[in-house]
């Protein structure tokens, strides 16, 4: 098989590790370069003429957009895939109008990033289904109509009458570092959007996410002093449903459901829940 040259851009170095970690698990993904910013990422590109390039959105000293504009000139044979912790379907058309190939949402990246690489080399496009509460086919079709959308993406949160919606996610991570900013991203895209968080988690890793969401932008932390983001203790959770060593089914289902109804109550269109 090939090998596949590929440059690594993310501000975040424990992301950007994890991002590499993940990608080194195929063995014809040659990381042949990484970048913390993108002014770093163009002059890269410029340079290594990689065959994929695995871009964040916000960085610093130049935005990935502008990024992205400079480096389908700088090296237009390179394939460009987007990872960003923002969720806006406006954010999405725009990254996908420069000819970008893929877009997967960094809460997702653990369960779809191999997929989208897999889908981006081949030509297709891939867009996270992490893009909760949006439907992005019009915006999809309009910048590229023969590309083949990603069936995730298409799903929606918002239910029809009668209906309820639900969406249930596992993702695995590769060391502490990854679970951390799994778990931030997929809480700072549900605060965002106004949704109501609940979070089963130990004490100290209640005390990291709490501190690294007040340092994520105001919007965030004033969803977190608003009450919007409920931490519960994961020992405390466990006791009220597990029996000899084992969850009973149906206490499980009274607690946990007894729970996000009376956050739901709380004028929230969406409760998720980790």
Same mark, same amino acid.
């Given at each position: ?79 460009i ?7 806006s ?12 190939? %893929? ?26 289904? %992490? ?5 992005c ?40 570092s ?5 778990f931030?991203?997929?809480?700072g ?16 890793? %209640? ?10 932008g ?8 608003q ?48």
């Open positions: 098989m090939s090998s596949v040259r590929v440059l690594v851009v993310d501000d975040h170095e424990p992301f950007r590790r994890f991002v590499c970690s993940t990608l080194e698990k195929r063995p014809e993904l040659q990381i042949v370069g990484q970048a913390s910013d993108g002014l770093e990422a163009t002059q890269k590109a410029e340079a290594l003429q990689p065959d994929l390039i695995v871009l964040d959105l916000g960085l610093p000293t130049l935005h990935g957009i502008e990024a992205a504009r400079r480096i389908r000139k700088l090296s237009p044979e390179s394939k895939l987007f990872m960003s912790q923002e969720s379907a406006d954010v999405v058309q725009e990254a996908l109008s420069l000819g970008a190939l %893929g877009y997967v949402v960094k809460a997702n990246a653990g369960s779809e990033l191999l997929a989208a690489v897999e889908a981006v080399l081949q030509g297709r496009q891939f867009v996270s289904g %992490g893009l909760s509460g949006h439907n086919a019009d915006a999809m079709d309009a910048q590229a109509p023969n590309r083949q959308c990603y069936k995730e993406a298409l799903s929606s949160f918002a239910p029809g009458q009668g209906e309820i919606a639900r969406k249930h996610e596992v993702q695995f991570y590769s060391d502490e990854a679970f951390l900013v799994g931030t991203c997929f809480i895209a549900a605060l965002k959007a106004q949704n109501a968080v609940i979070v089963v988690a130990s004490e100290p890793h %209640g005390a990291t996410l709490l501190q690294r969401l007040r340092a994520g105001g919007e965030v932390a004033a969803a977190v002093e009450k919007h983001y409920i931490h519960l203790n994961v020992a405390d959770m466990l006791s009220t449903f597990m029996v000899n060593g084992l969850i009973d089914p149906v206490r499980f289902a009274k607690v946990a459901g007894d729970l996000v109804v009376e956050t739901a109550k709380e004028e929230h269109h969406h409760v998720a829940l980790c």
